[in-house]
């Protein structure tokens, strides 16, 4: 392997590790609590995340859990909303 290649396979090792971390979920509890607090429906998650209710719904319950590209998109989005909704934003 060149030094080319190993630096190429150290870069995507380190943006996968990256992704991997972003994708830290809090418990299922607490993913159901952050988004009813925040007033927002199981609807409007799915729709954002571009998934069925019941998935969202298994979601949140831990009956399931999302693969990783959505596992990102569902731990920012509870992240920005448990920040909003702490920040005293109105989220809509």
Known sequence: MDRNSSQDA????EALAA???????PEPGERAKIRSQAGVT???????????????????R?????RLEKRVAY????REVAAATADGEVVS
């Open 10 to 13: 150290t870069t995507r090792a």
């Open 42 to 60: 199981l609807r409007d998650f799915a729709q954002t995340l571009g998934v069925s209710q019941m998935t969202m719904s298994r979601w949140e």
């Open 19 to 25: 992704r991997v971390r972003a994708a830290r979920l």
């Open 75 to 78: 731990a920012l989005l509870l």
């Open 62 to 66: 831990g009956e399931a859990e999302p």
